[in-house]
């Protein structure tokens, strides 16, 4: 083994060991030979501590396996901490014969705890003034903690607090490990991987999330006070009733198999739905109190930078005083920020940051100077801003009108007609005629109004796609249990509104492809994530946003991703491709989507059935969308959906064929080029076709698909179109391109409705009709000519 | 007046006769014969627009038209009867008929030479429909109307422009 592969196992080890419970053990059985493996490796390198290290560890693992130690949390603990450190050795190539020690004994101390007969008590052995040290910092961090959780609790994206928070528990879990303190650190640990989640973004601290968080700090504070006790008394930590729950909690909501149910929120009354009024309602504080508080916000000074960082638990107290000590050693020569530096217990950095938020602080709320007086519990303040928050919707609703659907689609149709009536005007011969600067500005105005009226019709009908996603947090939860599999949902973007009836009609396929992104794209086990060096629990990721005029839907999954070849010995099989050619990956994803089509090796309850993704993909085309795939194998799959902003604006080009324009929608077109004559070539049995690199595609003529007489018959003197429906590809000859705008697409009529060829109708700004070309039909009709269907099948099979 | 213009019954004869077709009509003339239809049928009358050539349809679809932001299809009359095409002159107009459609009315223009206009025909000026003779097929007549010296050929519009009827080559030609 070579010292990269052996650093690439190693950190996959570590990492797959932090997610392990005692119970686990055929993952346990897997990191014992990882570890052996390991083992014998430090000793062929010469490294007779770290191959000791890890003998030991792989002791430890069995005796977990047997059931044979007396607490396998702790045991796994200190496993744990062996495996970090022999990370750390292989990584720098040295390990010190202390730690190595340090660890041993670690491992032993979890083994000989059934001896003592002590069960998960522990006694402590190190420095008492450390440990008071600690328990007096702990505290104050669990406080501040309470009031950036406040913060949160209005701002959930705040990322100062949140990093308050994280390093408050990061600073907690590293003292408690050198001092030993098992539970503490646990907790700690817990609790920071939580945090973490939130700090990255995977996981937004609302409701739920914010009530399990002031848990863990309720229970720090019990860990504290006990180890307090303990020393005051000299007595062991006593231990604590609902920790190892606690942990356990923390632990299943960080891999995604729980998500915490926010407390009720109180039902209040209350006129004005100030938080200090509902406290008051609830009899949480007495009124002279507020009175106090408040009084004290309107005369606040702006906090100390010192102050500052050590709220934000940048350093400690301890080391602020020390900062302190020196610079009136050295009479005030440096200034403080200055010292903290060059003591390397902050950055510039941090100190500019801290300058920067003294200088804007706002008064802090009413909320949190009652918690920082220790006059309300925390929680109580944050069940009071939700209640405020139902308060404040309440009141909104009431403010809101319910209209008509049908009148407010006829509203939306008069301001589209009224954007082409402007338009018209705009672009009139007879206006330029009498154009004069006045006249102009006048235009201007109109012009500003009709686009604000547009942009307010446009936002009538849209909603945030929140609600679908959340439904999708549901699915994903069921199909969870359904599977066995550990999957967590991430939703970004769920603000992105779109329009009301594409809401309902995507809710359907979204649902759809992230079944499908459980079922078939994440691997069948934890075990096999596990054994391909992934974390156990699978991520399936849901992200819309706005881009130009259209709205991008991305499912992503971090499961096996597209098998290239399975696909296409799948499609061969079918007679679905031709043979002997190469194919692009998105080519080949795209058969995917043809009917009937499933590479899942078996059927499940979820999926697989055969009604599958081209039932996705008629509904998305249905909406004027397109969706494309994209796939590493071993790395996962993204399926992005793309929608037009509503459904009746999209984009489109405008083309000419003879003296007939039409309009294309953009989204369909892949490229256009002018085509040399080599390109062009006549394949019997399968007409006119166009070579574009490298492949054959089948060309159709617009001019003689629609009998236009005076269109242009020397492809050298046309365009091609390259066009792509169903993921299939086309050339369409046409004459010229005379450029891109938005169009209101409307329906041809009940009269001319279901012309082959024709989507439907919108009006130029030159007052005519334009006619908006259906790219599946002209496919339908100029490459698969004949009745039915089922022309497809027959050709492929001819 | 609540008329019932689809109402005909056969009398003993097999003749078909109209029930009851006495009312107002608009008259417009068609390759140098008068037509009517009923006024209650009629929408509006709209000089020549520019009219967007819609393909794959019959040759008597002339397109459609930009009605006030609606997109409204418009007949050749002259094409749908079988006459002889003829240059639109400054008095060609189209008359836009509501028509039954499906679930609703439908807008639909018909191109004819030139407007003339609305007369009220009773009763007894009411003939029944030739079988021969009249350049129109006899299923799209209700009637003849007699008024004075002239002859006016009732249509039954909803027949005339079945809306089936407009798409009708696409199943012609995939059959």
New interface residues.
């Given amino acids: 083994m070579d010292r990269s592969f052996v650093l690439s196992r190693i950190e996959s080890l570590s990492e797959k060991i932090q997610r392990t419970q005692p119970s686990e053990v055929d993952v346990l059985a897997r990191i014992h030979t990882d570890v052996s493996d390991l083992a014998a490796w430090a000793k062929s390198e010469a490294h007779p501590q770290a191959a000791d290290v890890m003998d030991c560890i792989a002791a430890a693992i069995e005796k977990i396996i047997l059931a044979d130690t007396p607490d396998p949390v702790v045991t796994l603990q200190a496993i744990t901490q062996g495996i970090v450190a022999f990370q750390t050795f292989v990584r720098d190539g040295s390990i010190e014969l202390g730690e190595c020690d340090a660890i041993k004994t670690l491992l032993a101390d979890a083994d000989a705890e059934r001896i003592d007969g002590a069960g998960a008590s522990q006694t402590i052995e190190a420095d008492i003034g450390l440990i008071r040290d600690f328990v007096s910092e702990a505290r104050e961090h669990l406080h501040n903690s309470d009031i950036h959780l406040l913060t949160i609790e209005t701002s959930p994206h705040d990322i100062d607090a949140l990093n308050a928070i994280f390093r408050a528990f990061h600073t907690i879990k590293g003292v408690a490990g050198f001092l030993a303190l098992g539970e503490v650190q646990a907790l700690a640990h817990e609790s920071e991987n939580l945090l973490d989640l939130a700090r990255k973004g995977e996981l937004v601290l609302t409701g739920g999330y914010v009530d399990l968080t002031f848990d863990a700090i309720d229970m720090m504070k019990r860990l504290i006070d006990n180890v307090e006790r303990a020393i005051n008394t000299n007595e062991p930590v006593g231990s604590e009733d609902g920790l190892a729950d606690m942990v356990q909690r923390l632990k299943e909501t960080v891999e995604g198999r729980l998500i915490p149910e926010a407390e009720s929120i109180p039902k209040v009354d209350v006129s004005d739905g100030r938080v200090g009024e509902i406290l008051l309602e609830q009899g949480l504080v007495r009124r002279s109190k507020i009175e106090a508080v408040l009084q004290a916000q309107s005369t606040r000074t702006p906090s100390k930078l010192g102050e500052l960082l050590v709220k934000h638990v940048v350093i400690s107290r301890r080391q602020l005083n020390e900062a302190l000590e020196i610079q009136r050693a050295e009479g005030g020569a440096r200034k403080l920020g200055e010292i903290l530096v060059s003591n390397g217990v902050a950055t510039w950095e941090d100190i500019n940051r801290a300058i920067d938020s003294q200088e804007k602080t706002s008064p802090e709320p009413i909320g949190a100077m009652l918690v920082r007086e220790g006059e309300v519990a925390p929680r109580d303040v944050v069940l009071a801003l939700r209640a405020q928050q139902m308060h404040a919707s309440a009141s909104e609703v009431r403010e809101a009108v319910k209209v008509d659907a049908e009148r407010l689609d006829r509203l939306v149709d008069l301001i589209g007609e009224l954007v082409i009536a402007e338009s018209i005007l705009r672009q009139s011969e007879a206006m330029s005629a009498v154009f004069s600067p006045q006249h102009a500005s006048q235009i201007d105005q109109l012009g500003r109004i009709t686009r604000e009226l547009q942009e307010l019709g446009t936002s009538l009908s849209m909603v945030p796609i929140r609600a679908t996603f959340q439904k999708m947090s549901r699915l994903v939860r069921d199909l969870g249990k359904k599977t066995g599999k550990h999957v967590q949902l991430s939703t970004e973007g769920e603000e992105t509104e779109l329009d009301k009836s594409v809401v309902d009609q995507i809710s359907d396929p979204l649902m759809h492809m992230v079944r499908n992104a459980i079922d078939h794209g994440l691997e069948a086990s934890s075990a096999d994530r596990i054994a391909v060096g992934k974390p156990a629990v699978g991520r399936v990721t849901l992200r819309a946003s706005h881009k130009g005029s259209s709205i991008h839907i991305d499912i992503e999954d971090d499961g096996r991703g597209l098998d290239r070849n399975a696909i296409l010995a799948k499609a061969r099989e079918r007679g679905l491709v031709q043979e002997g050619r190469a194919f692009s990956d998105s080519e080949i994803f795209s058969l995917i989507f043809q009917p009937g089509f499933s590479t899942a090796q078996q059927v499940t309850d979820i999926s697989g059935r055969g009604v599958g993704l081209d039932v996705v993909r008629r509904n998305i085309e249905l909406l004027r969308g397109k969706m494309e795939i994209r796939s590493e194998p071993g790395q996962g799959s993204t399926f992005s959906i793309r929608l037009p902003l509503t459904h009746a604006v999209i984009d489109g080009m405008l083309i000419r064929a003879g003296s007939e324009r039409y309009i294309v929608p953009t989204l369909s077109i892949l490229r256009s080029l002018k085509p040399g004559l080599e390109c062009i070539s006549t394949v019997a049995g399968r007409g006119e076709m166009l070579t574009f690199q490298e492949d054959q595609l089948p060309l159709i003529r617009l001019h003689e698909l629609f009998a236009i007489e005076d269109a242009a018959r020397d492809p050298q003197d046309a365009i091609v179109l390259l066009l792509e429906n169903e993921g299939r590809r086309f050339g369409l000859l046409i004459d010229e391109l005379i450029g891109q705008q938005q169009i209101v697409i409307r329906s041809l009529g009940d009269a001319l409705k279901g012309t082959e060829g024709i989507a439907g109708a919108a009006i130029l700004p030159d007052g005519t009709v334009g006619l908006v070309l259906d790219v599946s039909g002209i496919m339908k009709i100029g490459v698969d000519p004949g009745p039915g269907s089922d022309t497809r099948v027959r050709r492929s099979a001819a | 007046m609540i008329r019932e213009v689809h109402e005909t019954e056969q009398n003993n004869d097999g003749e078909i006769v109209a029930a009851d077709l006495a009312g107002q009509y608009l008259t417009f003339l068609l390759d140098r014969e008068i037509y009517g239809i009923d006024i209650l049928k009629v929408q509006e009358i709209v000089g020549l627009l520019?009219v967007?050539?819609?393909?794959?349809?019959p040759a008597h679809?002339h397109?459609?038209?930009?009605l006030?932001?609606n997109?409204?299809?418009v007949i050749q009359l002259r094409a749908k009867f079988g006459m002889q095409s003829q240059e639109d002159t400054r008095k060609t107009c189209i008359v836009v008929v509501q028509v039954a459609?499906?679930?609703k009315g439908?807008?639909?223009g018909i191109i004819v030479d030139e407007v003339s206009e609305v007369l009220s025909i009773a009763n007894d000026q009411l003939a029944p429909a030739p079988e021969f003779g009249s350049s129109v097929d006899a299923v799209f007549i209700l009637g003849i109307g007699k008024v004075g010296d002239r002859d006016i050929v009732l249509l039954d519009i909803d027949r005339v422009?079945s809306?089936g009827d407009?798409?009708m080559t696409?199943q012609a030609a995939?059959?």
């Avoid at chain 2, 967007?52 to 349809?57: G, L």
């Avoid at chain 2, 397109?63 to 930009?66: A, D, F, K, L, T």
């Fill in positions: 520019p967007t050539k819609v393909p794959r349809t679809v397109g459609v038209i930009n006030r932001g997109v409204v299809p459609g499906a679930s439908i807008a639909i422009l809306w407009l798409t696409r995939t059959a």
